[in-house]
T-cell receptor, first 111, second 116 residues
Framework: DAKTTQPNSMESNEEEPVHLPCNHS???????IHWYRQLPSQGPEYVIH???SNVNNRMASLAIAEDRKSSTLILHRATLRDAAVYYC????????????FGKGTLLTVNP | NAGVMQNPRHLVRRRGQEARLRCSPM?????VYWYRQLPEEGLKFMVY????????ESGMPKERFSAEFPKEGPSILRIQQVVRGDSAAYFC??????????????FGDGTRLSIL
């Protein structure tokens, strides 16, 4: 499976934008980029996904580099409820139903 | 709430006992996935099931663990003769079809298994 690299932790202030980076230099042409987050004591929650073009939904935006070797999850106005571990995940090869979770980025939101 | 339902939320067993974890997928979802999260580690895939079929169990330990998803009723993850190393959070996810690279998996809030 193609690997992703994320910072271990990031910190933000409430109501400010947050940019969570993810590097995936070995991404293949058919890999989708998915983001999930896990709040404390809860299961993972889908955030957003994309292939080549930037994507927006009610939760966040996903900016994908033109060469697709990196992407950025954008939370436009962080709230305390956004404090979670954020996972950037690629699908590759034949195991296209497994989510392979790395260590993710622990986002802390300060009031 | 029509989300993925897991029960029990917390389960305590003594070494050697059996643990049964249940998962009811979202309405209309016929694909179920089980993941395990050991303390201080990321989630690891265990098994993927469709109704009455195991599609991929490559992440399941070879012994003591089994899973099923019958035609009627919830999916069950069964752990026989539990040991302390089985203590973990077990998460179930579901999706309407198996092409998960184009669609999200929806997770339950997990069962936290503690072995005394």
């Amino acid at each position: 499976d193609a690997k992703t690299t994320q910072p271990n932790s990031m910190e933000s202030n409430e109501e400010e934008p947050v940019h969570l980076p993810c590097n995936h230099s070995t991404i293949s042409g058919t890999d989708y980029i998915h983001w999930y987050r896990q709040l404390p004591s809860q299961g993972p929650e889908y955030v957003i996904h994309g292939l080549t073009s930037n994507v927006n939904n009610r939760m966040a935006s996903l900016a994908i580099a033109e060469d697709r070797k990196s992407s950025t999850l954008i939370l436009h106005r962080a709230t305390l409820r956004d404090a979670a571990v954020y996972y950037c995940i690629l699908y590759s090869g034949g195991s296209n139903y497994k989510l392979t979770f790395g260590k993710g980025t622990l986002l802390t939101v300060n009031p | 709430n029509a989300g993925v339902m897991q029960n029990p939320r917390h389960l305590v067993r003594r070494r050697g006992q059996e643990a049964r974890l249940r998962c009811s997928p979202m309405k209309g979802h016929s694909h179920v996935y089980w993941y395990r999260q050991l303390p201080e580690e990321g989630l690891k895939f265990m098994v993927y099931l469709q109704k009455e079929n195991i599609i991929d169990e490559s992440g399941m330990p070879k012994e003591r663990f089994s899973a099923e998803f019958p035609k009627e009723g919830p999916s069950i993850l069964r752990i026989q003769q539990v040991v302390r190393g089985d203590s973990a959070a077990y998460f179930c996810a579901s999706s309407p079809t198996g092409g998960a690279w184009k669609q999200p998996q929806h997770f339950g809030d997990g069962t936290r298994l503690s072995i005394l």
